[in-house]
Each structure stands twice: as C-alpha cells, then as structure tokens.
C-alpha cells in the first residue's frame, strides 16, 4: 500500500488573558471567538495570566485566585474544548517564571523603557504604584510565556503588538548570543483578526473599567435592563426623529449578533423613526441572548460538574511537559546543565 503524505505539524498558537474577573462581550468578540474557532486549525496553548494580573493588582491579590476560576469557567462556557487545546494557568507553569529570569539577564532597560504602553499604563493606572520592577517587566514576562512554547501566531489585539514586537526582538537577542548556528526560539508572529468594533453601554469601548460591560454570565433580566440604558443614536431625540444605526451604540450591537433580517429592519425603522429605540433595544436582547444561551447553558453543566479545577489542572501538565522541555534546550546553551532545574525538582517533591 503506498504511504500515504505526512500530515503537517499543526503551527502553533499560543495566547493569554489577565485573570480579571468574569468575561465580558468585549473579551468574547474580540478575543475568545477567535480562540474557538482557532481550536479547530491549530495546536492552541491558551492561558490565563495571573502573574501578570499581580504586576498592576499586587496591592490587593484577594481578587486573582477566584479569578482563575470564573476565567476559566467563561472559556468553558464560550466554547474552548479541553480536548481540541490546552487551557492552563500561567502560575502553574513555574518554567516561565524561569526564563523570564534568564531573559532579565540578556535584555538592556532600555528596551522595556522604550515599549509604548509601559508610559502610557502608568498614566492610565495613576491610581496605582507602577514604578516596580514587575511592571517593567510586563512585556518581558509575555515574551517568556509565547517562546517558551515556540509558538508560531500569537492572537492579539493591537496593543499588544508592540510586546510580539519586543519578544522577537528578545528572540534575536538569546539566538544570536547562545544558540546561533541552531536558532533555539523561533520569532513569532502576531495573528491580528479584524474584530467588529463592541461599545459598552455608554457608547465607549467596553472594559471593565467603565462600568459599562455586559458579562457573558448575566442573566436574561440584567442584559435587557443594561440594554434598557444603552446609549443610541443622539439624534434621536424624539419618537418621531429619523436616526441612523451605523451612528448608534445599538446598530453596532444588532450588526454583530442580530440575523439579516433583523438587521433589515432596524435600518429601515430607525432611518425612517418607523420603530422606537425601546422596541429595537428589544430586538437586540433577544439576538444577544440567542448568542450567550448556549454559553450559559455550558456554563451550568460544567459547573454541576464541578471540573473546572480538574480541566485547568490536566492542561498545566501538558503545558508544563513542552515548557520544560524548551527550558532543558535553553538551561544547556546558556550552560546551566549541571544542576537538576528547581522546577523539576520542585515537581518531584510535590509528588512524593
Ligand atoms: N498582556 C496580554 C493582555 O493584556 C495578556 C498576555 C500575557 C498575553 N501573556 C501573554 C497575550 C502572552 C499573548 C501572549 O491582553
Ligand atoms: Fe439606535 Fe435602534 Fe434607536 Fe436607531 S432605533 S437610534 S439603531 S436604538
């Protein structure tokens, strides 16, 4: 029987999202969609970043462990599969922690001074102490957590970009010092989706920070209350004022999850003041909760059968195994060979 062509190696995904909390709509559109259907096509490694949720709330971690858990539970919930990618925590992965170190050692301050959203945040968050070390090294830890896997794409958003920048940045820098004839950690790239643009209630972009987000575990009752105060087109002022939805808060809700037809008649009904924003507001209820209905529904299950811990545990082995491995290689060229790592003897005692 003829051999059949060897199948191509999946290329690989790697990406992470700070534990901050239940999800809202604005993390599904414009990141966890993308992850289900990337499941699909690719080797996927996703996590959740708890370290670097402390570098901003290290002043109070109450938050981070439970965190974890509703993260977690909402990934489950929005259709990441245990058995189609790797969902782990990056805490559990102490590898990381370990080449972030080695990496402080090779990259000049002025590289992490320069990366545009280390300036930025500190303005941002003037609430918060961000003159520390940790959060200097923000960037640099995420460069860990994408080469220690040797992922091919990185999804992110755009403000990320810069930090792919760095880390390939910091690749060329270990390859050409320690592993220059074998380069050891590929350069990899970001996966940049167009994601539709998702406004909050208040017509901002929805964050958590606003106040103005719709969580994908509200119930039916709060996202047609929310809806209820969203924001519309300011030029309907009155019943009887014409609007235009692809000016209103609303339209850009009903253009992401309302079916054609739906959609038919809102431009048609607001354009000519035919409908009311009550009733269209109305509409985008229902279209939405079509959408999160099925979350929710998995939600329930996985909850009911308490496995959360159970998933996020198998996926920190996985993920830990390919960690330590690259750890290993890197360990060997950077002549720290002769020692067993504290990671794996950390692993060994845990075990007895
Ligand atoms: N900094 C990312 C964010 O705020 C989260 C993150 C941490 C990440 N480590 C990563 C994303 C590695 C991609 C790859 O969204
Ligand atoms: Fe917005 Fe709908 Fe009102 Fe038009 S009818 S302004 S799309 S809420």
């Known amino acids: 029987m003829p051999s059949s062509p060897p199948i191509p190696a999946k290329k690989r995904v790697l990406s992470g999202m700070r534990s901050t909390g239940k999800l809202h709509l604005g993390n599904y559109v414009g990141a966890l969609a993308n992850w289900v259907k990337l499941q699909d096509t690719h080797d996927c490694f996703f996590f959740i970043a708890d370290w670097h949720a402390l570098t901003t709330d290290y002043a ?12 977690a539970l909402d990934w489950l919930a929005a259709g990441l599969d245990p058995d189609k990618c790797v969902m782990f925590v990056q805490s559990h992965v102490l590898q990381h922690a370990e080449l972030h170190l080695l990496f402080s050692m090779i990259t000049p301050l002025g590289w992490l001074e320069r990366v545009p959203t280390y300036k930025d945040q500190q303005q941002n968050l003037s609430g918060k102490d961000l003159t520390t070390y940790g ?4 960037p640099l830890l995420m460069a860990a957590d994408i080469l220690i896997y040797k992922a091919d794409f990185v999804p992110v958003g755009e403000d990320q970009v810069v930090h792919i920048e760095l880390t390939r940045e910091i690749a060329r820098r270990f390859n050409n010092f320690y592993a220059q004839k074998n380069p050891l950690l590929p350069e990899p790239q970001p996966l940049l989706t167009k994601t539709p643009k998702l406004p909050g209630t208040d017509g901002r972009k929805m964050s958590k920070s606003y ?23 300011p030029a309907r002022v009155k019943r009887t004022d014409p609007g235009n939805p692809d000016l209103c808060p609303v339209g850009d809700l009903h253009k992401i999850f309302s079916d054609a037809k739906t959609l038919e ?6 354009r000519t003041a035919g409908i009311g924003c009550i009733e269209c507001k109305g509409w985008a209820a ?5 959408t999160i209905a099925p979350m929710q529904e998995r939600r329930r299950e996985y ?3 308490n496995v959360v811990r159970e998933i996020v ?3 920190d082995a996985k993920a830990r195994s390919v960690a330590e491995a690259t750890m290993k290689q890197v360990r060997e060229v950077m002549g720290l060979s002769h020692s067993i790592s504290p990671a794996s003897a950390g692993a060994t005692a845990r075990q007895k």
């Open 60 to 71: 109070d971690p109450s938050e981070v462990n439970v965190n974890v858990d509703e993260v």
């Open 135 to 138: 959060f200097l090294g923000y």
């Open 211 to 233: 106040d103005n987000y719709i969580l994908l575990s509200d119930s039916e009752a709060d996202i047609r209350k929310k809806l209820k105060t969203m924001v519309t087109d």
């Open 265 to 270: 008649n809102v431009y048609a009904g607001c």
């Open 286 to 290: 229902d279209n939405l909760i079509k």
């Open 303 to 305: 909850q009911q059968k």
């Open 313 to 315: 545990a198998a996926g």
